[in-house]
């Protein structure tokens, strides 16, 4: 258990809406992610930090925001909600490897979203 | 840039069986591998890994994989499959290439079923 949480676990919102989801870890890992899942297309990285203030865009980046304020705490902003944006959205933590290299990560339980 | 191809979206075997899925990663470098299992309505779990050491990996449920650099290859099995191994399958990769934050590139997964 990496320890990772994320809320809310599921929500329904309409389009046009702002929505923030939440990802909170209790180990002080420094790399987080969003990634998005998707039937048939896997998971796709939405955005990544690499420390507090420090992010940077994924993939599938455009119509989402994130920030990272605190160590343990990395917010995935929706600022106006489409349909195109319902998907089971997953936070991961990633585990440090030497010089450049990163290991595996962390995924936590999801938060289903679904836009009205 | 990397890619992962997984062979086949559902595979069905009986309780018994040999499982094996199948994924070939595309780089110029060995990059580090890595499955992940997904229960229904859960987050991934690490199944197991590949970080440059033995090219056999052993994993968790009595899973395995073996790197093939020739092949371009890290293929998952299990001598006998179990009611319970029933779930989908991600392989991913590491890109060492990339910076600081390197996300994983994840397949489009495999659904595993397994009759009795």
């Known amino acids: 258990d990496a320890g990772i949480t994320q809320s809310p676990r599921h929500k329904v919102t309409e389009t046009g809406t702002p929505v923030t989801l939440r990802c909170h870890q209790t180990?002080?890992?420094?790399?987080m992610y969003w990634y998005r899942q998707d039937p048939g297309h896997g998971l796709r990285l939405i955005h990544y930090?690499?420390?507090?203030?420090?992010?940077d865009k994924g993939e599938v980046s455009d119509g989402y925001s994130v920030s990272r304020s605190k160590t343990e705490d990395f917010l995935l902003t929706l600022e106006s909600a489409t349909s195109s944006q319902t998907s089971v959205y997953f936070c991961?933590?990633?585990?440090?490897?030497?010089?450049?290299?990163?290991?595996?990560?962390?995924f936590g339980p999801g938060t289903r979203l679904t836009v009205t | 840039a990397q890619s992962v191809t997984q062979l086949g979206s559902h595979v069905s075997v009986s309780e018994g069986a040999l499982v094996l899925l199948r994924c070939n990663y595309s780089?110029?470098?060995?990059?580090?591998l890595f499955w992940y299992v997904q229960y229904p309505n859960q987050g991934l779990q690490l199944l197991l890994k590949?970080?440059?050491?033995?090219?056999l990996v052993k994993g968790i449920n009595g899973f395995e994989a073996e790197f093939k650099k020739s092949e371009t290859s890290f293929h998952l099995t299990k001598p006998s499959a179990h009611m319970s191994d029933a779930a989908e399958y991600f392989c991913?990769?590491?890109?060492?290439?990339?910076?600081?934050?390197?996300?994983?590139?994840f397949g489009k997964g495999t659904t595993l079923s397994v009759s009795s």
């Open positions: 991961a933590i990633g585990l440090a490897g030497s010089g450049q290299v990163r290991y595996e990560q962390y």
């Open positions: 780089s110029s470098v060995p990059p580090y």
């Open positions: 930090s690499y420390g507090v203030k420090d992010t």
């Open positions: 180990e002080n890992h420094r790399y």
């Open positions: 991913a990769v590491s890109d060492p290439g990339n910076q600081a934050g390197t996300a994983l590139i």
């Open positions: 590949y970080t440059s050491a033995a090219t």
